[in-house]
């Protein structure tokens, strides 16, 4: 079965400082690949997905990803964060090939963001 | 362009009742899926509905199910509820295979 491992449960960081969030997933097939984020008493808002092509994804709000088929990674990054991006990030898979289109979430990371 | 509105925003209920949960998908999607979240996890995939019928299912019991209307919206009943059923439940659309989701701010249901 598919799962989808957040090695980081907390990332404390400073504001203007450079920050990546950690995802691996466990999968032999192909997958697509998503990054969500939700603030506190809200849905989730999608960030970014990777279906194909380009293995670097860029999302809203300057963040972006890159795909490792390899070590079978989808590493969130940006490179100067502000307090606004203070919030709970949520990595997610899907397979291309499975009778519906549900997603595996991980456990999430919880980003805060610091003066 | 509106997007996946859930009600009732919240809603408490007694161990053993029933409750129903409402989704409308966002404008020009056909599937609906639905989510359990519980307290510091992640989103648990229930089911999905697709053309009226449950095209995939998650690792949930019966007593969960579902329905989708020719309109495209969709219901979530839970039966006899459990004080572990007690979480925040979102619905999010999408169109045919697509498998970009569209969430929405979900529906916080407490069972004492």
């Known amino acids: 079965a598919q799962s989808v491992t957040q090695l980081d449960s907390q990332v404390p960081v400073f504001e203007e400082a450079p920050v990546e969030l950690r995802c691996n997933y466990s999968?032999?097939?192909?997958?697509?690949l998503f990054w969500y984020v939700q603030y506190p008493n809200q849905g989730l808002q999608l960030l970014l997905k990777?279906?194909?092509?380009?293995?670097l994804v860029k999302g809203i709000n300057g963040f972006e990803a890159e795909f490792n088929k390899s070590q079978t990674s989808f590493h969130l990054r940006k490179p100067s964060v502000h307090i606004s991006d203070t919030a709970e990030y949520f990595c997610?898979?899907?397979?291309?090939?499975?009778?519906?289109?549900?997603?595996?979430f991980g456990k999430g990371t919880t980003l805060s963001v610091s003066s | 362009d509106a997007g996946v509105t859930q009600s009732p925003t919240h809603l408490i209920k007694t161990r053993g009742q029933q409750v129903t949960l409402r989704c409308s998908p966002k404008?020009?999607?056909?599937?609906v899926s639905w989510y359990q979240q519980a307290l510091g996890q992640g989103p648990q995939f229930i089911f999905q509905?697709?053309?009226?019928?449950?095209?995939q299912r998650g690792n949930f019991p019966d007593r969960f199910s579902g329905h989708q209307f020719p309109n495209y919206s969709s219901e979530l009943n839970v039966n006899a509820l459990l004080l572990g059923d007690s979480a925040l439940y979102l619905c999010?659309?999408?169109?045919?295979?697509?498998?970009?989701?569209?969430f929405g701010p979900g529906t916080r249901l407490t069972v004492t």
């Open positions: 999010a659309s999408s169109t045919g295979r697509r498998h970009e989701q569209y």
């Open positions: 999968s032999s097939v192909s997958v697509y």
């Open positions: 990777y279906l194909s092509g380009s293995t």
């Open positions: 997610a898979v899907s397979e291309p090939n499975q009778a519906g289109t549900a997603l595996i």
């Open positions: 404008s020009g999607h056909d599937t």
């Open positions: 509905y697709y053309e009226e019928e449950e095209r």
